[in-house]
């Protein structure tokens, strides 16, 4: 992946994620901000906080089952910074409809 795909799918600058891996801040960094950059990247983020001396917050120790290819376009568009924040907004509201419409019917 490029900086650019890894941002994209991230959220997080380019910036940011050089600077984590070159170990250059002063606190450790946002433990949400890390998590979401593992969740972007598909990577187990107590990869990331352990080093840290961080537990990952989630209970859930089985790994994230694989992201269908149209969701994380899905996802990646939501952070990609060349989308407009109407479509973004307009796919927020669109996954909620689709949430709570999953949720009421038992997941059919």
Do not use: Y
């Not at 997080?12 to 450790?28: A, L, P, Q, Y």
């Not at 972007?40 to 840290?52: E, F, K, Q, S």
């Not at 990646?76 to 060349?82: E, F, M, S, T």
């Amino acid at each position: 992946m490029t900086d650019i795909d890894i941002q994209r799918a991230t959220g997080i600058s380019v910036s940011t994620f050089h600077r984590w891996k070159r170990g250059d801040f002063n606190t450790t960094p946002e433990v949400g901000k890390i998590v979401q950059f593992c969740d972007g990247l598909g990577v187990p983020a107590g990869v990331a906080l352990r080093p840290l001396g961080v537990e990952d917050e989630r209970d859930d120790p089985a790994p994230d089952p694989p992201i269908p290819p149209d969701i994380r376009r899905i996802m990646r568009g939501l952070v990609d910074p060349a989308v407009s924040d109407s479509d973004k907004s307009f796919v927020r509201e669109v996954l909620k409809t689709l949430a709570t419409r999953v949720s009421v019917s038992g997941g059919k």
